[in-house]
C-alpha cells in the first residue's frame, strides 16, 4: 500500500493541502487518480459543474490521463474536442497557457493575461459554450519533465478572478511530483534510497551518499503538514527533498507505516557547460517560474537556487535570468 505522508490522519477539510495528499495515493488507474485529485479540490473549487483534472504533455499538452468529479465528467468529450481545435488552428496558444508560476485563476482573465485575447476569442470556445461553460476557473502547470496538468472547475456563468493564494501553487507542485512517481514502478524499500519512520528515524538506506538530515528534516515537516489544520501545512512541505527526492508512504504486513524516499527528479534535456542542478535550476526559470517557488518545488534554499541561476547564467554568457528563460526556452525539450 502506498499513500501520501500521513495518510490515516484526521483533520478538518483543507482543499489545496487535500489534493497534495490525494495525490501521493497512487491510485491503480490514472483515471480514479484524476478523479481523487477532482474530488479533492471540489470542496472550495466546485462552481456548480463538478471539477475535472488532465494529465498531458508538452509540447502538445494533449490530455493522456483524464478524470472528474460531479457533472465535470460530462464535459471529457467536449475538452478533448476543443484541445484538438487550439492545436489546429492555433498551436502557439498551448505553451503559453502554461509558462509562468501556476496561478488559480478564471478561465477568462488567463486569456486575458497568457494570451491577450478574449475567452470567447479562443478557437473552440463555442464547443464549450454548447456543453454550458461559459467559464471556469483553473490551475494549469507543467515541469521540466514535460508533463502538464490541468485542474478546472467548470461554470455555466462567468466567474469572478478567485483570490489568488501561494497554497494552490504549493499543491500544483505536489501535483506534478506526484504524477512522476507514477510513471515509477510501484514505490517500495528495493527502489527507495531510504526508508523512514514518521518521526524520521532512518530504518535502512543504499545510498550512502543520500541527504540524511535534509530527508528527516523533511519527514518532518510532512507529517507537520498532515496535523495542520488549514493548507499553510503545505509552506514546510516542498514537493522534492534537495532538488531529487519524494516522500510517499509504505506499510508492512504488520500494518506499521513508513516513508520512503525514492528518487524523482524533473528529467529534462541536459545543457552543455551546465552542472545537473544548474540545468535543473535554469529549466525551471525557463517556463516562467520565480526563484522562491522553484525553491519551493526542488526543496533547496533560495539562496542555493540564486546561486545555481547566477552559475548557469554566467557559464551560457547570459546577461540576466530574462534571457535565460529566453534561450532556454528554445534549447530544452523535455523527454
Known sequence: MCEGPGAAVKRPPSPALDVARAAYRLAPSPTAWCEAVAAAAAPELDQGLGVLVWVGRSPTFAP?????????????????????IVEREAPAMLPRLFTGPPRLVSARHNSRAQLGIELHEQPGFELAKSVGMLDAIVLQTVCPSGLSLTLMAPSSTVTAKPREGRRWARAAAHLLSALRLREHAQPSPETATAVLTPRGRIEHRTDRAAPLESLRAACLAAEAAQRSSD??????????????????DWFDTDGRRYLLAIPNPPRGEEVEGLSPRETQVAAYLAIGHPLKYVAYELGLSISTVARDAAKAIQKLGLRDRLELSRVLGGILQPR
Open 64 to 84: 493522456e490521463m483524464v478524470g472528474g468529479y460531479g457533472a465535470a465528467g460530462a464535459f471529457a468529450d467536449a475538452l478533448r474536442e476543443n484541445h484538438r
Open 231 to 248: 493548507d499553510e501545512g503545505l509552506t514546510p512541505w516542498t514537493a522534492l527533498v534537495s532538488g531529487r527526492y519524494s516522500l510517499t
